[in-house]
């Protein structure tokens, strides 16, 4: 009876361990696969949200890195403009590019238009010995010396804004890389050396280059002839083939099409003095023609020495080389615009 018991308790209990061991196994193949769905169904959202997310706040900094660039570029010709004694316009520049003293080339790989040129007065402090019977020996490079009195005097400069648009596209203008590249605003600047209002031979009216310290030093070759009754005539020459890169990404795309007389209404319909008939829209606005972009231009009424200038950016070419212009969309964010109307100095600085 004992034996009998002990075998119905022995088999009882190893049922009992056999179902435990059947629950500790795990899942199923059909419960993992249900589960992975599940995960999958739920994950892929979020995913996408944080991607677009990531992407947002990407294009939104660009645009806002954009803004900022054009903003400051702006301000800089602005306060380049305010010391402007004489501004060409349209049909200025074109007897310039006609005569054998033309405006500085574009540099290697690009293609170039001058689009905003004119002449400004910079002064030049402590850099003139008062008078040549007080400081007979004296030259301006010792004007910072200690005991040494000199007066401020002032300088020409011939500056010339340009549109560049890089051909090479490995250039570090063209990043990333890839179909058009965007183009570019570049300054030239060709400055005569400090004249010399004490000389006595005609043919040298500038000091000599060791007189001058390397900030008194000219840019470029100066013609001394020059006059502003003929001002596209004897330019100066030479000076800096590598200008100085102002802002990129500006738009390379065409864009939208201009009121026909956006730079007449923007200056006031401005008159020839001479024939009092109104000045047409083809000179007042300096543009490259031969794209069509209108991403950089300028409308310049050079009897008042006033210039309106515009630029347009390109946010979008930053993060993507096929971004185009939206001809659908003129006001996207992501080509911003930033224009100054600036009034030169009066009486070509007289």
């Known amino acids: 009876m004992?034996?009998?018991?002990?075998?119905?308790?022995?088999?009882?209990?190893?049922?009992?361990?056999?179902?435990?061991?059947?629950?500790?196994?795990g899942m199923t193949?059909?419960?993992?696969?249900?589960?992975?769905?599940?995960?999958?169904?739920?994950?892929?959202?979020?995913?996408?949200?944080?991607?677009?997310?990531?992407?947002?706040?990407?294009?939104?900094?660009?645009?806002?890195?954009?803004?900022?660039?054009?903003?400051?570029?702006v301000d800089f010709i602005s306060q380049d403009l305010s010391q402007a004694i004489y501004i060409y316009d349209q049909e200025g520049i074109k007897d310039i590019q006609k005569t054998t003293t033309k405006l500085p080339p574009s540099p290697a790989n690009?293609?170039?238009?001058?689009i905003l040129v004119f002449w400004k007065r910079q002064q030049m402090k402590n850099s003139l010995p008062i008078n040549k019977v007080i400081n007979e020996n004296v030259k301006p490079r010792q004007c910072d010396?200690?005991?040494?009195?000199?007066?401020d005097t002032y300088v020409l400069s011939l500056v010339a804004?340009?549109?560049?648009?890089?051909?090479?596209?490995?250039?570090?203008w063209c990043q990333p890389?890839?179909?058009?590249?965007?183009?570019?605003?570049?300054?030239?600047?060709?400055?005569?050396?400090?004249?010399?209002?004490?000389?006595?031979?005609?043919?040298?009216?500038?000091?000599?280059?060791?007189?001058?310290?390397?900030?008194?030093?000219?840019?470029?070759?100066?013609?001394?002839e020059f006059s502003f009754s003929n001002p596209t005539e004897k330019l100066p020459t030479g000076g800096s083939t590598?200008?100085?890169?102002?802002?990129?990404?500006?738009?390379?795309?065409?864009g939208p099409t201009l009121p026909?007389?956006?730079?007449?209404?923007?200056?006031?319909?401005?008159?020839?003095?001479?024939?009092?008939?109104?000045?047409?829209?083809?000179?007042?606005?300096?543009?490259?023609?031969?794209?069509?972009?209108?991403?950089?231009?300028?409308?310049?009424?050079?009897?008042?020495n006033i210039a309106r200038v515009t630029i347009r950016g390109n946010s979008l070419r930053r993060l993507q080389a096929d971004a185009k212009y939206d001809l659908k969309n003129p006001q996207s964010p992501f080509f911003p615009t930033a224009s100054v109307q600036v009034k030169g100095l009066s009486g070509l600085g007289k």
Not at 110 to 114: A, E, L, Q, R
Not at 263 to 279: E, F, H, M
């Open 110 to 114: 690009t293609t170039g238009t001058p």
């Open 242 to 254: 590598n200008p100085e890169v102002l802002v990129n990404y500006i738009d390379h795309n065409p």
């Open 260 to 304: 026909l007389t956006e730079c007449r209404t923007a200056l006031g319909n401005p008159t020839d003095p001479k024939t009092t008939t109104p000045i047409s829209e083809d000179t007042l606005k300096v543009t490259d023609k031969t794209t069509n972009t209108n991403s950089f231009y300028a409308c310049v009424d050079t009897e008042k």
């Open 29 to 73: 193949l059909v419960e993992l696969l249900v589960g992975s769905i599940m995960a999958f169904l739920i994950i892929t959202p979020m995913l996408g949200f944080v991607v677009d997310m990531l992407n947002t706040d990407r294009r939104e900094q660009v645009k806002s890195n954009t803004e900022q660039d054009l903003q400051t570029a």
């Open 161 to 172: 804004y340009y549109q560049i648009k890089e051909n090479d596209q490995k250039s570090i």
């Open 145 to 151: 010396n200690a005991g040494i009195n000199c007066n």
């Open 177 to 224: 890389s890839g179909d058009t590249c965007p183009t570019r605003i570049a300054r030239y600047e060709i400055r005569e050396p400090i004249r010399n209002p004490y000389t006595e031979n005609a043919e040298k009216p500038y000091y000599d280059p060791a007189d001058l310290s390397d900030s008194q030093q000219g840019t470029g070759i100066f013609n001394p």
């Open 2 to 25: 004992k034996t009998l018991l002990r075998l119905l308790l022995k088999t009882q209990h190893q049922r009992n361990r056999s179902r435990l061991t059947q629950t500790e196994k």
